[in-house]
Nanobody, 126 residues
């Protein structure tokens, strides 16, 4: 079994930056598409970004384009979400998710993912 643990969340002022990490442990493999989702209070979980197993393909929600960058380091079994120019509306619990895929696919539907981290809180406030 593989587990995923997020870190890097916290409180940041509007316009600031954070980098979230998602580290895999257990029966790790690089053949996972990795995704980031978020859920704000009272709202449904929404897609943020995804990267294929080899980093060849990425995909972003419109709200993340131009501000967020998803990446991965397979040697470290870790995926990242660099978030710049943060806004109060980015406040949410951020989750990483993984789905086995040996092809360079990305997935935007949360139900496509098999494994989830526990989430890390990001709060953007002055």
């Amino acid at each position: 079994q593989v587990q995923f643990v997020e870190s890097g969340g916290g409180l940041v002022q509007p316009g600031g930056s954070l980098r979230l990490s998602c580290a895999a442990s257990g029966r790790t493999s690089s053949a996972y598409t990795m995704g980031w989702f978020r859920q704000a209070p009272g709202k449904e979980r929404e897609f943020v970004a995804a990267v294929s197993w080899n980093g060849a393909n990425t995909y972003y929600a419109d709200s993340a384009k131009g501000r967020f960058t998803i990446s991965r380091d397979n040697a470290k079994n870790t995926a990242y979400l660099q978030m710049n120019s943060l806004k109060p509306e980015d406040t949410a619990v951020y989750y990483c998710a993984a789905r086995y895929s040996s092809r360079s696919y990305v997935f935007v539907n949360q139900y496509e993912y098999e494994f989830w981290g526990q989430g890390t809180q990001v709060t953007v406030s002055s």
